[in-house]
């Protein structure tokens, strides 16, 4: 049972341009969700988060959208630059459980051309 | 945000034979957990590492093939037992000071078992 999911396996993007990656989610506990950047052989890295009492948060060209009625979050890059290409997941917690255990979605794989 | 040292960063073992990861934190912290993700998988989480106690396993996960020790707010091992091909995936640490904050990833053990 895939709680969250990322149904874009990959998307490509020019340089410069917005990117948009989708993650949806079907456990309405869930109240706090977070998105990472992963490049091969590394560990994923925190970009930004939100909390379900938000609709949006904001951090420098990262820019997180919820919409709970939708069970819906998207994360936006302005302006894409080459060095974004990397593999993105989505996560979900909630609070009523085990602090910070976190539910992956599959990941999107982000390529930004020139 | 904390930094954390895994050990080894990859290996190739021989089946039926165990490893065991080591995860360092720089700081004290609240939360240790360990995730899996196989080869094109998301990441799963295996266990939450309770500090003086033993650990929270999830459901397909058991202790005596991932025993795993915390004694200590910065330190914790997993042990992947009597391995198998199947068990051939990156392993990671993350870290986490409590409900609805961020998680930090170690840089993984990608583990080969041959």
């Known amino acids: 049972d895939q709680q969250v999911k990322q149904n874009s396996p990959s998307l490509s993007v020019q340089e410069g341009r917005i990117s948009i990656l989708n993650c949806d989610y079907t456990?309405?506990?869930?109240?706090?969700f977070l998105w990472y950047k992963k490049y091969p052989a590394e560990g994923p890295t925190f970009l930004i988060s939100?909390?379900?009492?938000?609709d949006k948060n904001e951090d420098g060209r990262f820019t997180v959208f919820l919409n709970k009625s939708a069970k819906h979050l998207s994360l936006h890059i302005v302006p894409s630059q080459p060095g974004d290409s990397a593999v993105y997941f989505c996560?979900?917690?909630?609070?009523?459980?085990?602090?910070?255990?976190?539910?992956f979605g599959t990941g999107t794989r982000l390529q930004v051309t020139l | 945000s904390a930094v954390i040292s895994q050990k080894p960063s990859r290996d190739i073992c021989q089946r039926g034979t165990s490893l065991t990861i080591q995860c360092q934190v720089d700081?004290?912290?609240?939360?240790m957990f360990w995730y899996r993700q196989q080869p094109g998988q998301s990441l799963t989480l295996i266990a939450t590492?309770?500090?003086?106690?033993?650990?929270?396993?999830e459901s397909g996960f058991v202790i005596d093939k991932f025993p795993i020790s915390r004694p200590n707010l910065t330190f914790s091992t997993l042990t992947v037992s009597n391995m198998s091909p199947e068990d051939s995936s990156i392993y990671l640490c993350?870290?986490?000071?409590?409900?609805?904050?961020?998680?930090?990833f170690g840089q993984g053990t990608r583990l080969t078992v041959v």
């Open positions: 993350s870290v986490s000071q409590g409900t609805n904050t961020e998680a930090f």
């Open positions: 456990n309405s506990m869930f109240d706090y």
């Open positions: 939100i909390s379900s009492i938000k």
């Open positions: 996560a979900a917690s909630a609070s009523t459980g085990t602090a910070s255990k976190l539910t």
């Open positions: 700081s004290q912290v609240t939360m």
């Open positions: 590492a309770n500090q003086g106690s033993e650990a929270t396993y």
